[in-house]
């Protein structure tokens, strides 16, 4: 696992601690598919947020809210990746907007 432990989740930091070999092949498939995205480092952070708001999946909001922004992605861009799944999931993105604002506000 990297060094990027900021806003990692317990659940993940645990992961790589207790089954590290499962987390190194986690790890290259993560690096594989994100050296094969067309897309700018800052989209495809946006874009990972607004599929963690859709899931609902908030322990992972912080991690990419830091590399969001440490791409360049403004308070209100974030605000916006989370939203913008509200007309198809529903008021579930909602509840990742907290931990997003938090994350963000945190440096």
Same mark, same amino acid.
């Given at each position: 696992m990297s060094d990027r432990s900021i806003g990692v989740s317990e659940?993940?930091?645990l992961f790589g601690q207790e089954a590290p070999a499962h987390a190194a092949v986690w790890?290259? *498939?993560v690096k594989g598919l994100d050296d094969a995205s067309a897309l700018d480092k800052k989209t495809e952070?946006?874009?990972y947020l607004a599929v963690l708001a859709a899931l609902g999946m908030e322990s992972g909001v912080p991690f990419?809210?830091?590399s969001a922004r440490q791409?360049? *992605?403004s308070r209100d861009e974030?605000?916006?990746a989370v939203l913008v799944g509200l007309p198809a999931a529903g008021q579930r993105v909602i509840s990742s907007l907290p931990a997003a604002l938090s994350a963000y506000d945190a440096k």
């Open positions: 659940a993940f930091r790890m290259s *498939a952070e946006l874009a990419h809210v830091a791409a360049g *992605a974030v605000i916006g």
